[in-house]
């Protein structure tokens, strides 16, 4: 305690006294004002945090719909609309094989009947592709969408599967855009071709809504 | 909507009532304007958040002062439990002073004797002295005169220890007093 010290003297101090002295404080007018403030600036801090958690969740969401949309939307035109026969080098390569083992050559001299196994051999190829592009698209859909949800799903068949997406993706689209007539033929769609899977259960309960 | 509305009408009533309490003690416990000023802007803003826990308005004093109390330690970087270590008064100055040198203004945390003597009053510079588990009931009681039971719940200590702290911290304050300023 080796200090300078002060130039006063206390006395003999009571405890009143040393409250005297203690209370001796002069409180910033400004003081009561800036405390009020306080709450606006806490509500200001909670409505900014509340913002940013809606666009945290909504952006995803938004992606998701955009994407289930852009593949039903492709879906519908594919079976709709079936494209013509595909050109022979994209159909002779569905896995890589060479062309040559997989397609005979089409020559000028062959007659119609002999043409006939090659055509069908490409259409099988075609369906081949198709069915490929359709499983790899709602694989898509199905990643998407088990992210959004933050839930695993067990493990399902490929015809499960295919029903699953389907109905996922009309209930996502019922709870966005409402019952419209393509929602629910698609839901319909789910139930007459996928009956007694996790996909039309869902489809009904969708549509009983 | 009138939930929030009771809410904000019971914080305006809590401010009206007890800032220039909570200021004062602040300014005890800091000796900066703006430190203390910071402290208590501070404890309005987690009263504010936790005012629905508080059930009794009873004890609203004792509450704030906590809230105080809890930010007081959390600037200096010290645990509630730190005051229950034994603190003499020659060890005081580096115990209460924050870490890294400065306390939240930006202000040196501790100055020499004859800079702090001359640019504080002499009471503020005993309060500094005293050792700080005597300083918060010392000065709840004196300045603010919160009762035993209130100080308790306060500080969360038993009122055998309230008692004994307060008894000690007077002790204490006017002995550093005393001792520094020879009766004449």
Redo the contacts between chains.
Sequence with gaps: ?D?????????H?S?DD??R?????R??DT??A???N??DR?EGSRALTTRAHQAHWQRPMLWSVAVSAAILAAVTLWQFFPTTPPAPDIAQHPRGESSASSVPSVGKSETIAEMQPASDDYTERTDALRAQIVELELAQLLRTQRELRRESLPELSPRERVALAYAMSGEMLHRRVGPTPVVQEQLQQVVREFPETQGSELALRVLSK | MADNTAR?RQ??QC??QH??GL??VA??LTGR?ATA?EL??ET??QA??GLDSLRDTERMRAWLFAILRRQFLKSLGRSPEWLATDVT??TLEEDVAPRGGAWPDGSAATA???Q??DDR???Q?A?E?LEVRYRFPV?LQ??EGLSVAEIGQALELPPGTVLSHLHRG?QQ??AI?????P??
């Design positions: 305690m200090k300078e010290r002060p130039n006063k003297s206390p006395g101090l405890d040393l409250a002295q203690l209370r001796d404080i409180v910033p003081l009561r800036e405390l009020l306080l709450l806490a | 904000k914080f305006e401010v009206d800032h220039a200021y004062r300014l005890r304007e000023v208590v802007q309005y803003l504010w958040r008064p020659h020499d004797a004859t702090r003597t009053d002499l009471i510079w309060v002295q000065l004196l300045m007077k304050l006017r007093l005393e001792r520094e300023i009766h004449g």
